[in-house]
């Protein structure tokens, strides 16, 4: 009953700039947290970027100065700048989102989207 897409994936070369979206839908009461992933072939998935419940932002290290996260929660949308990009960044990147579906109990659900490829090559 909860949807997020993802877009703004593509191929880009070293140095180049993407821009990931994601918008969530459905039966949505509140979001508590909403945030990026990605998997690399033959590694573990890991967090990129997010957007904690008190409204605070946290970034992996190897990420820090050159991606940004924003969002805007009238459109329940979260969004991935990405700069200076690196072949490792290649990898599928994954929405998540932490959602109360109804104000009574108070239970929030992890979701995630369906994934968008980002391949950084020569």
């Known amino acids: 009953q909860v949807q997020l897409v993802e877009s703004g994936g593509g191929l880009v070369q070293p140095g180049g700039s993407l821009r990931l979206s994601c918008k969530a839908s459905g039966s949505i009461f509140s979001i508590k947290t909403m945030g990026w992933y990605r998997q690399a072939p033959g590694k573990e998935r890991e967090l990129v970027a997010l957007?904690?419940?008190?409204?605070?932002?946290n970034y992996m290290d190897s990420v820090k100065g050159r991606f940004t996260i924003s969002r805007d929660n009238a459109k329940n949308t979260v969004y991935l700048q990405m700069n200076s990009l690196k072949p490792e960044d290649t990898a599928v990147y994954y929405c998540n989102a932490d959602v109360r579906r109804t104000p009574w109990p108070i239970v929030y659900v992890p979701y995630w989207g369906q994934g968008t490829q980002v391949t950084v090559s020569s």
């Open positions: 957007f904690t419940s008190d409204d605070n932002t």
